[in-house]
């Protein structure tokens, strides 16, 4: 059984960084689409990043340039370095892993940038 769980979120304040990081235990093979959502309270979910198990990449153009998506395939980690935050970056953040056989959502973990 797969299990993903998120970790790192907390408050910081603005031009704070934090880094986020999602476990997928259980995965028996590792090529997945590893993607990074976020959504805000009255909003929809936003995908913020992506990266391919061959380490290709892509972000929202709102965070480009701040955040950086990686992924350690031995250990089914990903994680989200987020420098610079900004108070619009405020959200809940949502590891998804997906591949054409199924798809696994981990609970969140909540991002809060403030003074």
């Known amino acids: 059984q797969v299990q993903v769980v998120e970790s790192g979120g907390g408050l910081v304040q603005p031009g704070g960084s934090l880094r986020l990081s999602c476990v997928a235990s259980?995965?028996?093979?590792?090529?997945?689409?590893w993607h990074w959502y976020r959504q805000a309270p009255g909003k929809q979910r936003e995908l913020v990043a992506h990266?391919?198990?061959?380490?290709?990449?892509n972000y929202v153009d709102s965070v480009q340039g701040r955040f950086t998506i990686s992924i350690d395939n031995g250990k089914n980690t990903m994680y989200l370095q987020m420098n610079n935050l900004k108070p619009e970056d405020t959200a809940g953040y949502y590891c998804?892993?997906?591949?054409?056989?199924?798809?696994?959502w981990g609970q969140g973990t909540q991002v809060t940038v403030a003074s």
């Open positions: 998804h892993v997906w591949s054409p056989q199924n798809n696994y």
């Open positions: 990266i391919m198990s061959d380490g290709s990449r």
């Open positions: 259980g995965l028996i093979r590792n090529r997945y689409v």
